[in-house]
């Protein structure tokens, strides 16, 4: 059993810290959330290491929004519908699509500074995407360029605190509403932080799997103290492996963009074969879970451990200039992008689940927000539509800072005691590092792209020996850490049990065709009521 709490805390016994927002986490979500919140609130914004370190920072591709006149909303919306695999909320995509421009002029204001051509906002293509509508900043250092504008926008505020290096342990709750939460600071120091509003902006799940394209501080932090608040967590079956990420000895497993693919790269097995049209009539540009099974399934055909991604007949200039960080990073080991074959495999790159909200970002529990990769709004539904995820943490942010602007102020309230119902014990002798390691083989053999229920209760089984860890007394970052992937992995792999058909991001092999007459349904964790279903409703009749 998940405890409410981790720790056992007097609360008036450490420092109290009161603020208006409680914005936690320092990506694209965040940053916007918090400067857009800062108009009229104080704000304190809590990140895990600094401003600098988040997937924003590593996002390639760039942003999904409608600015050309050969595009339209409807276009945009129809491709996010049909990504999302009968999932998708289609007022959350109605919302996505019409109110992403605004946007992105909103990033343009804060000084982003995207690409030009010929005098206008550069756009490019992605995986289906039908029409050209993503816009990118330094070729493919999009995520890198808006969080430079974003950070330094909040450095210059004077309503946001910032403070680096402070991990969340849990968000406190009084008559079903979240009053704060308990933080602990660099020194080990615990401090009660209240705010009449609190903006989970934490990211997703990558560090569930031992291949990714996330940095190491994405834990799944926001959806475990989310799920032990009470909070409904929604659709964790839902898992994107990113099909290109680098496959090279002695090298980190950096993201090849799907944008590469969108400027007209091959996919090559071991042999040198172009595969792609045994498995999907849009070739490269299919969408992404159905080329990371493709490539899975050549790997497998051909006894390799990778496929190769060739661009080499394009022109060496356009590579250069469209891609000069991934052109750099490849030359850094020895690939030249302009003239070599780069080998690939897929890898964990995003989270289409999480904290169930509504329209404007608000969970069941009053006064908690979620935003961005941690959230799930209904505009990715089973898989999300490449580049959609920046637009969506923009929008939603406003959305949640003006039902923000709504709420009464909460006046302080004490509390002396968090409490726990298990006897807390000395922490394991077994290293932390370890642990997270085993964790994330199983989540790779039996959670990974493709998955069958031999699989799935054996690692549910692995993951369940985890639990007594839960009794124990933890103290540490790593800890924390451990206790919210084992949380994450268990959601994932108990929902992607449940779900006996394959969708968008979820495949199963026992189960390899998609149901809409049973499975037309989301799956909805919480942590009082236990697995729940949720029939996609069109106007009060099932579909």
Same mark, same amino acid.
């Given at each position: 059993?998940?405890?409410?709490?981790?720790?056992?805390?007097?609360?008036?016994?450490?420092?109290?810290?009161?603020?208006?927002?409680?914005?936690?986490? &320092?990506?694209?979500?965040?940053?916007?959330?918090?400067?857009?919140?800062? *108009?009229?609130?104080?704000?304190?914004?809590?990140?895990?290491? !600094?401003?600098?370190?988040?997937?924003?920072?590593?996002?390639?591709?760039?942003?999904?929004?409608?600015?050309?006149?050969?595009?339209?909303?409807?276009?945009? !919306?129809?491709?996010?519908?049909?990504?999302?695999?009968?999932?998708?909320?289609?007022?959350?995509?109605?919302?996505?699509?019409?109110?992403?421009? $605004?946007?992105?002029?909103?990033?343009?204001?804060?000084?982003?500074?995207?690409?030009?051509?010929?005098?206008?906002?550069?756009?490019?293509?992605?995986?289906?995407?039908?029409?050209?509508?993503?816009?990118? &900043?330094?070729?493919? $250092?999009?995520?890198?360029?808006?969080?430079?504008?974003?950070?330094?926008?909040?450095?210059? !505020?004077?309503?946001?605190?910032?403070?680096?290096?402070?991990?969340?342990?849990?968000?406190?709750?009084?008559?079903? #509403?979240?009053? /704060?939460?308990?933080?602990?600071?660099?020194?080990?120091?615990?401090?009660?932080?209240?705010?009449?509003?609190?903006?989970?902006?934490?990211?997703?799940?990558?560090?569930?799997?031992?291949?990714?394209?996330?940095?190491?501080?994405?834990?799944?932090?926001?959806?475990?103290?989310?799920? =032990?608040?009470?909070?409904?967590?929604?659709?964790? *079956?839902?898992?994107?492996?990113?099909?290109?990420?680098?496959?090279?000895?002695?090298?980190?497993?950096?993201?090849?963009? *799907?944008?590469?693919?969108?400027?007209?790269?091959?996919?090559?097995?071991?042999?040198?074969?172009?595969?792609?049209?045994?498995?999907? %009539?849009?070739?490269?540009?299919?969408? =992404?879970?159905?080329?990371?099974?493709?490539?899975?399934?050549?790997?497998?055909?051909?006894?390799?451990?990778?496929?190769?991604?060739?661009?080499?007949? #394009? !022109?060496?200039?356009?590579?250069?200039?469209?891609?000069?960080?991934?052109?750099?990073?490849?030359?850094?080991?020895?690939?030249?992008?302009?003239?070599?074959?780069?080998?690939? &495999? %897929?890898?964990?790159?995003?989270?289409?689940?999480?904290?169930?909200?509504?329209?404007?970002?608000?969970?069941?529990?009053?006064?908690?927000?979620?935003?961005?990769?941690?959230?799930?709004?209904?505009?990715? /539904?089973?898989?999300?539509?490449?580049?959609?995820?920046?637009?969506?943490?923009?929008?939603?942010?406003?959305?949640?800072?003006?039902?923000?602007?709504?709420?009464?102020?909460?006046?302080?309230?004490?509390?002396?005691?968090?409490?726990?119902?298990?006897?807390?014990?000395?922490?394991?002798?077994?290293?932390?590092?370890?642990?997270?390691?085993?964790?994330?083989?199983?989540?790779?053999?039996?959670?990974?792209?493709? =998955?069958?229920?031999?699989?799935?209760? =054996?690692?549910?089984?692995?993951?369940?020996?985890?639990?007594?860890?839960?009794?124990?007394?933890?103290?540490?970052?790593?800890?924390?850490?451990?206790?919210?992937?084992?949380?994450?992995?268990?959601?994932?792999? #108990?929902?992607?049990?449940?779900?006996?058909?394959?969708?968008?991001?979820?495949?199963?092999?026992?189960?390899?065709?998609?149901?809409? *007459?049973?499975?037309?349904?989301?799956?909805?964790?919480?942590?009082?009521?236990?697995?729940?279903?949720?029939?996609?409703?069109?106007?009060?009749?099932?579909?």
């Amino acid at each position: 059993m998940i405890p409410r709490y981790l720790t056992d805390t007097d609360l008036s016994a450490i420092p109290h810290y009161h603020t208006d927002v409680i914005v936690i986490g &320092a990506g694209i979500a965040g940053l916007y959330t918090a400067l857009q919140a800062s *108009e009229t609130k104080r704000v304190l914004l809590i990140t895990k290491k !600094s401003l600098l370190d988040s997937n924003t920072r590593y996002a390639q591709g760039g942003i999904a929004a409608v600015i050309s006149d050969d595009d339209s909303p409807e276009y945009h !919306s129809q491709d996010t519908l049909v990504a999302g695999a009968g999932l998708c909320s289609r007022e959350a995509v109605d919302i996505l699509v019409h109110e992403g421009p $605004a946007g992105v002029q909103d990033l343009i204001r804060m000084g982003t500074k995207f690409d030009f051509e010929n005098g206008e906002i550069a756009l490019t293509k992605e995986g289906a995407h039908s029409q050209r509508r993503i816009l990118h &900043a330094n070729g493919d $250092a999009t995520g890198a360029e808006i969080v430079r504008a974003l950070s330094e926008e909040t450095k210059r !505020s004077e309503n946001i605190e910032l403070w680096d290096d402070h991990i969340v342990i849990d968000l406190i709750t009084v008559n079903g #509403e979240c009053i /704060g939460a308990l933080v602990q600071k660099p020194d080990g120091q615990r401090i009660y932080v209240q705010g009449s509003a609190t903006v989970l902006c934490t990211g997703g799940t990558g560090q569930l799997f031992r291949y990714t394209t996330n940095p190491d501080v994405a834990t799944g932090d926001g959806v475990a103290i989310a799920y =032990r608040a009470g909070a409904d967590i929604q659709d964790m *079956e839902f898992i994107q492996f990113h099909p290109t990420v680098l496959f090279y000895p002695g090298a980190p497993r950096f993201l090849i963009s *799907e944008a590469v693919r969108g400027e007209g790269a091959y996919l090559r097995n071991i042999k040198g074969e172009r595969f792609m049209e045994k498995y999907h %009539p849009q070739l490269e540009l299919a969408p =992404r879970d159905v080329v990371a099974r493709a490539i899975v399934s050549e790997i497998e055909e051909t006894g390799s451990s990778f496929i190769y991604l060739d661009i080499t007949h #394009e !022109s060496e200039e356009m590579i250069k200039h469209r891609f000069p960080t991934i052109y750099e990073t490849c030359l850094s080991i020895g690939l030249d992008l302009t003239a070599d074959w780069i080998p690939v &495999a %897929p890898a964990a790159h995003y989270m289409m689940g999480g904290v169930k909200t509504d329209l404007h970002g608000e969970t069941n529990i009053k006064r908690l927000f979620a935003c961005g990769e941690v959230s799930s709004t209904g505009v990715h /539904g089973a898989n999300r539509l490449a580049s959609n995820s920046l637009s969506e943490a923009i929008v939603f942010g406003k959305r949640i800072i003006r039902r923000i602007q709504s709420l009464p102020s909460l006046g302080p309230v004490i509390l002396d005691y968090i409490p726990s119902p298990n006897l807390r014990l000395e922490p394991p002798k077994q290293a932390m590092v370890e642990k997270r390691l085993k964790l994330q083989k199983v989540m790779v053999r039996y959670a990974g792209v493709r =998955r069958d229920e031999r699989g799935l209760k =054996r690692g549910l089984e692995e993951l369940q020996r985890h639990l007594p860890m839960f009794d124990s007394c933890l103290s540490r970052r790593e800890d924390y850490e451990f206790a919210n992937l084992l949380t994450c992995a268990l959601l994932t792999t #108990e929902a992607a049990l449940r779900r006996e058909e394959s969708r968008g991001g979820h495949y199963r092999e026992d189960y390899p065709l998609r149901s809409d *007459e049973q499975w037309l349904k989301h799956t909805v964790f919480n942590r009082e009521c236990g697995l729940t279903e949720e029939w996609i409703l069109n106007d009060g009749i099932k579909l």
